[in-house]
């Protein structure tokens, strides 16, 4: 089972990134899929959430209307659209698979928000 996120990177306040997410080695369809983020000294907090069926979709008041949760079954991949980046976005950005009592981690990737 595998998680690889991408598309993190160094961008200056005001911009864009988006987010992917590869899944391989389980029933990527099966499974809801998460983006959760955790900065330096705080908490790792779930950003959006997409279920596995009907792609119903969930963001957390911090991001509503600037992030965009989405998913490709086709691709096995999911995807977070962050747009209007703030320097409180700075963090750690992890994809993460549940489905039941089954989840799993991808490995994270750097989002730094900064002029």
């Known amino acids: 089972v595998q998680l690889v996120e991408s598309g993190g990177g160094l961008v200056q306040p005001g911009g864009s990134l988006r987010l992917s997410c590869a899944a391989s080695?389980?029933?990527?369809?099966?499974?809801?899929m998460s983006w959760y983020r955790q900065a330096p000294g705080k908490e790792r907090e779930l950003v959006a959430y997409?279920?596995?069926?009907?792609?119903?979709?969930s963001h957390a008041d911090s991001v509503k209307g600037r992030f965009t949760i989405s998913r490709d079954n086709a691709k096995n991949t999911v995807y977070l659209q962050m747009n209007s980046l703030k320097p409180d976005d700075t963090a750690v950005y992890y994809c993460?698979?549940?489905?039941?009592?089954?989840?799993?981690w991808g490995q994270g990737t750097q989002v730094t928000v900064s002029s």
């Open positions: 080695g389980f029933t990527f369809s099966n499974y809801a």
């Open positions: 993460y698979a549940k489905r039941g009592a089954r989840d799993y």
């Open positions: 997409i279920s596995s069926a009907r792609g119903i979709t």
